[in-house]
């Protein structure tokens, strides 16, 4: 006869899952802000070889017209064309077919004569839109692109902000160049883009950063005038456009209306291009013989700490 023998079945306690849950959830608080830490470097990586892009082809413009471009805030008929849109009609031209060796940085896309266009207005009719001296010889006067349109990132600003202020010209989409921290721009196309790179050029002639000087704001009149190195006011008037992707954000920390601590650009840019390894120089800045270039960074805020330049602090 044949003697049954009664087996059981292991299995997990409660216990034993409550604890491997509990691990499980720690390993992943743990593990998730690694990956972010990593995914920010990996942009962070992704944004300084953008600058690099630009910078290889800001030398390239400098070798061809022996200097950099300009980054004032507005044109000579008094429009306002900031340094940012400035360094994106020299990377790429105004219709993104290249930079023409005539401009003179206008934003109306002409050689200062009316009606003679160095660059495709789509918002004037044919023929009044025809290229300056003709289309042909307009395109074989251009130089190619000085950054490549996938490293460039040329977006419209009407992509970005739905009311681009004073920068509005007869409906005519300006161009400029996006970091790779892209957000979802409900105030323009809905899409997502970067926020535009500020550029400033320095002035080789001055002497002074005025994170320690008392002329703030900036007095035309003052006894400091002409003597700064970089001027904020070069892309002052595109930075008070506000925050495109969040409504709830309507001003950034370096626009000069900025009250809330009473410092704006003095302490949020010159401040934060203060080069603190020339000692022998009281508020010498960061490039001070060529030009800065600016990232909003991952909040897309200017003037925060995340903010990144073409530069390594110490």
Same mark, same amino acid.
């Not at 070069?234 to 950034?252: C, K, R």
């Not at 920390?253 to 022998?280: K, R, V």
């Given at each position: 006869?044949?003697?049954?023998?009664?087996?059981?079945?292991?299995?997990?306690?409660?216990?034993?899952?409550?604890?491997?849950?509990?691990?499980?959830?720690?390993?992943i608080s743990l593990l998730v802000p690694a990956l972010r830490r990593v995914q920010q470097f990996?942009?962070?990586?992704?944004? !300084?070889?953008?600058?690099?892009?630009?910078?290889?082809?800001?030398?390239?413009?400098?070798?061809?017209?022996?200097?950099?471009?300009?980054?004032?805030?507005? %044109?000579?008929?008094?429009?306002?064309?900031?340094?940012?849109?400035?360094?994106?009609?020299?990377?790429?031209?105004?219709?993104?077919?290249?930079?023409?060796? %005539?401009?003179? /940085?206008?934003?109306?896309?002409?050689?200062?004569?009316?009606?003679?266009?160095?660059?495709?207005?789509? !918002?004037?009719?044919?023929?009044?839109?025809?290229?300056?001296?003709?289309?042909?010889?307009?395109?074989?006067?251009?130089k190619k692109q000085y950054v490549d349109l996938d490293q460039a990132n040329a977006t419209k600003?009407s992509a970005i902000y739905s009311d681009f202020g004073d920068f509005t010209n007869d409906a005519?989409?300006?161009?400029?160049?996006?970091?790779? /921290?892209?957000?979802?721009?409900?105030?323009?196309?809905?899409?997502?883009?970067?926020?535009?790179?500020?550029?400033?050029?320095?002035?080789?002639?001055?002497?002074?950063?005025?994170?320690?000087?008392?002329?703030?704001?900036?007095?035309?009149?003052?006894?400091?005038?002409?003597?700064?190195?970089?001027?904020?006011? %070069?892309?002052?008037?595109?930075?008070?456009?506000?925050?495109?992707?969040?409504?709830?954000?309507?001003?950034?920390?370096?626009?000069?209306?900025?009250?809330?601590?009473?410092?704006?650009?003095?302490?949020?840019?010159?401040?934060?291009?203060?080069?603190?390894?020339?000692?022998? /120089? %009281?508020?010498?800045?960061?490039?001070?013989?060529?030009?800065?270039?600016?990232?909003?960074?991952?909040?897309?805020?200017?003037?925060?700490?995340?903010?990144?330049?073409? /530069?390594?602090?110490?």
């Amino acid at each position: 006869m044949q003697v049954k023998t009664k087996t059981t079945k292991k299995a997990f306690t409660i216990v034993e899952l409550l604890t491997v849950m509990s691990i499980i959830i720690i390993l992943i608080s743990l593990l998730v802000p690694a990956l972010r830490r990593v995914q920010q470097f990996a942009r962070q990586v992704r944004q !300084n070889a953008q600058f690099h892009s630009i910078a290889v082809g800001l030398d390239l413009f400098h070798n061809d017209t022996g200097d950099y471009p300009p980054s004032n805030w507005g %044109d000579n008929a008094d429009d306002s064309y900031c340094g940012a849109m400035k360094l994106a009609e020299a990377m790429v031209g105004q219709d993104l077919l290249g930079f023409h060796p %005539d401009s003179v /940085f206008r934003r109306d896309r002409t050689n200062g004569n009316p009606g003679e266009y160095l660059y495709i207005n789509s !918002n004037v009719p044919y023929p009044y839109n025809a290229l300056y001296p003709s289309y042909a010889q307009n395109t074989m006067a251009r130089k190619k692109q000085y950054v490549d349109l996938d490293q460039a990132n040329a977006t419209k600003m009407s992509a970005i902000y739905s009311d681009f202020g004073d920068f509005t010209n007869d409906a005519n989409d300006i161009y400029v160049l996006t970091d790779v /921290f892209e957000q979802r721009m409900p105030d323009g196309d809905g899409d997502r883009h970067g926020m535009p790179i500020l550029y400033y050029k320095a002035n080789t002639a001055g002497n002074i950063n005025p994170n320690q000087e008392n002329d703030y704001p900036y007095d035309a009149n003052s006894a400091t005038d002409g003597r700064r190195i970089y001027l904020y006011e %070069d892309n002052d008037e595109l930075i008070q456009l506000g925050v495109p992707f969040d409504s709830a954000l309507d001003i950034h920390p370096m626009d000069s209306t900025n009250t809330a601590t009473g410092m704006g650009p003095l302490e949020n840019f010159y401040w934060q291009i203060n080069n603190d390894n020339i000692e022998l /120089f %009281d508020g010498r800045p960061y490039k001070a013989d060529t030009y800065i270039l600016l990232s909003a960074g991952e909040d897309g805020l200017y003037g925060t700490r995340d903010d990144i330049y073409n /530069f390594q602090k110490r």
